[in-house]
């Protein structure tokens, strides 16, 4: 089993460009999240979804969009990228919303 | 004041030594979480508790609900120990992870 995926590794981007990162996920879990980790913070929630069909906004929903494809698909999309979106960007999942989360190895992402 | 402390921020220790890393919490919660986020940024999740006492391996977890407290301990550590050791909580109002800054664990030969 791959657990949880994230492509890219890494990207570069200038202010207002778009992208979307991907997340995947082969442990049949329901709960699936996004989340970013910047210096001198704790990971912070974006958003997340409970199941499949449904999204919701965590701590810091602004500047981004998500779709929850099916259940293994978690995708994370910025229409127009700003230098504070500079971040490294984490998916993870869990069996339900009150179980242990497995982290993907993360999106380092610059916006220039 | 942020919802979830940890101490310290950085923690250098020798090989073989024991370690202890606190996390202290300011609300109600249904469990605590401590995660190891490796050198090169994977995060794995290491316990979730709710009370008492668990252990796995070298790791050993505590926490203390009336004083809003957990504790990782590390025995024997080793280098491969070298790390960001992270406390995150579940407060009972919801299920949303709140998350600490993590400590950074050096382990010299």
């Known amino acids: 089993n791959a657990g949880v995926t994230q492509t890219p590794k890494f990207q570069v981007l200038k202010t207002g460009q778009s992208m979307t990162l991907q997340c995947a996920q082969d442990m049949n879990h329901n709960s699936m999240y996004w989340y970013r980790q910047d210096p001198g913070m704790g990971l912070r929630l974006i958003y997340y979804?409970?199941?499949?069909?449904?999204?919701d906004k965590g701590e810091v929903p602004n500047g981004y969009n998500v779709s929850r494809l099916n259940k293994r698909e978690f995708s994370l999309r910025l229409e127009s990228a700003a230098p504070s979106q500079t971040s490294v960007y984490f998916c993870a999942s869990s069996e339900a919303r009150v179980r242990e989360q497995f982290f993907g190895p993360g999106t380092r992402l610059t916006v220039l | 004041k942020n919802e979830v402390e940890q101490s310290p921020q950085n923690l250098t220790a020798q090989e073989g030594e024991f370690i202890t890393i606190n996390c202290s919490y300011s609300?109600?919660?249904?469990?605590l979480h401590w995660l190891q986020q490796h050198p090169g940024g994977g995060i794995v999740s290491l316990f979730m508790l709710s009370s008492g006492k668990k252990k796995h391996g070298r790791l050993i977890a505590t926490i203390n609900i009336q004083e809003k407290h957990s504790s990782l301990h590390i025995t024997a550590s080793h280098p491969r120990d070298s790390a960001v050791y992270i406390c995150?909580?579940?407060?009972?109002?919801?299920?949303?992870?709140?998350f600490g800054e993590g400590t950074q664990l050096t382990v010299n030969p």
């Open positions: 979804s409970a199941s499949e069909g449904t999204t």
């Open positions: 995150a909580v579940r407060e009972t109002s919801g299920s949303r992870l709140t």
């Open positions: 609300v109600g919660i249904s469990a």
